[in-house]
């Protein structure tokens, strides 16, 4: 008879159902490659990660400072601290004319803690959730952790990788609980139009489907252009409506970890009953950060926005007049999806998809990207254009020589 004593280690540590199929984030794998050469020694130009290289804005980072010196370090309300849901609020009010209460705000370790949250607190085993594809790496993986199922809607790059009303009722089933948009997008870096979100909206109200918005890039876009909140584009949808969001990317503030969700307050009190449960506060002195850079001066937010731009469109520019590359119209964000089919249709180097592609060009010219494949997109590859444009024009230099090789 087996006893406890004579159970293998492999035997008691076997992983739970939920982790079997768990993939590991490809961004973050490429980015750990990426440094372990750079590490050995190798002149690697990683353009793999989503990250602004912008230093965080020095008046934020006086503020941790100031947090940490007057004893700012101990457990705060789980939800966050009441000055920073009051800040997430007035700041979202004053931008999308929506009225909110600070009791709608949750304030978590991150925006990926936040859509964590969010798919736990709503969906149940077997419920379906409608994800545009390409999607960002994490969506699918954080959907299948709670139970449900991401069913991934493959859209076209001649629409842009706009996911289209009729394409969206079509992938209704009775199961259809939710509906997942990221404008603008990792990892194409598309901003819908309010028309085309509306239309959107219009399918989700028809169908009765809650709503994930993902908003994280909506400050960092291009060109004059304004990114809708969701919520504004139909009455009605603010009732169903998540926002997601965070201070990460619009003020460089990725290593921080702050993130919120913005929702209606039963759902909100659910959350924060989740968030004090699993990780009780985000920390402390990074609130007291974010709360400076929502209640501070904005210039910051605007001289990045620029030098994204300015780097788009140098990365745009060059990426189109390489032959047989293309790529949609980047509105925001700092990532350029590009389709390498024609490339990899050659079968040089037996090379045939963005995964073995992304490694040779790591082997051979040592350029960090990541393939198509992790975004649910195979045939395309993403670069971040957040790096400098010394680096951003030596990494196209090599990028173009590999494909013309
Ligand atoms: C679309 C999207 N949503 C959410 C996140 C998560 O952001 P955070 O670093 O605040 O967890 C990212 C980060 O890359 C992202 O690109």
Redo the contacts with the bound molecule.
């Keep these: 008879m087996a006893t406890t004593a004579t159970r293998t280690t492999t035997d008691c540590l076997h992983l739970a159902r939920r982790m079997r199929a768990l993939e590991p984030s490809a961004t973050l794998a490429m980015a750990a490659r990426a440094q372990a050469l750079a590490a050995a020694g190798v002149d690697v130009i990683d353009l793999s990660v989503?990250e602004p290289d912008f230093p965080t804005p020095a008046h934020i980072c006086a503020a941790a400072e100031a947090a940490i010196r007057a004893g700012k370090t101990k457990y705060t309300p789980a939800a966050g601290i009441p000055a920073l849901r009051q800040a997430v609020a007035a700041d979202y009010a004053r931008r999308s004319g929506i009225a909110v209460t600070p009791a709608q705000v949750v304030v978590s370790n991150?925006?990926?803690?936040s859509?964590h949250n969010a798919f736990m607190a709503l969906l149940d085993e077997g419920d379906e959730v409608v994800v545009p594809a390409p999607y960002?790496v994490s969506y699918g993986e954080l959907i299948k952790l709670s139970g449900a199922k991401p069913v991934l809607l493959e859209t076209r790059i001649e629409d842009d990788f706009k996911l289209r009303p009729e394409a969206l009722r079509a992938a209704l089933t009775p199961r259809t609980r939710m509906l997942l948009l990221?404008s603008p997008s990792?990892p194409t870096g598309v901003v819908y139009a309010p028309e085309e979100l509306g239309a959107l909206a219009d399918v989700a109200l028809e169908a009765d489907l809650a709503v994930i918005a993902?908003e994280?890039y909506d400050q960092l876009v291009f060109d004059g252009r304004r990114s809708p909140s969701f919520p504004t584009l139909r009455p009605g949808l603010v009732d169903r409506t998540v926002v997601v969001a965070?201070v990460?990317k619009t003020y460089s503030m990725?290593g921080w970890r702050i993130?919120w969700t913005i929702c209606p307050e039963p759902l909100a009190k659910a959350i924060g009953n989740l968030q004090s449960q699993e990780t009780s506060n985000p920390s402390s002195v990074s609130q007291h950060a974010a709360l400076a850079a929502l209640t501070g001066p904005q210039e910051c937010v605007a001289e990045m926005c620029r030098a994204f731009q300015k780097r788009r469109d140098l990365v745009a520019g060059r990426l189109t007049a390489i032959p047989g590359v293309r790529l949609p119209e980047i509105g925001g964000a700092f990532y350029a999806f590009f389709d390498i089919r024609s490339a990899l249709a050659r079968g040089r180097g037996g090379i045939s998809t963005s995964a073995a592609w992304c490694e040779a060009l790591l082997e051979k010219e040592h350029v960090a990207l990541v393939a198509g494949s992790a975004f649910g997109a195979e045939g395309h590859v993403r670069m971040s254009f957040a790096a400098s444009e010394e680096k951003l024009a030596a990494g196209l230099d090599r990028i173009a020589r590999f494909l013309d090789a």
């Design positions: 989503g991150g925006a990926k803690h859509l960002w990221c990792n993902d994280i965070g990460s990725t993130g």
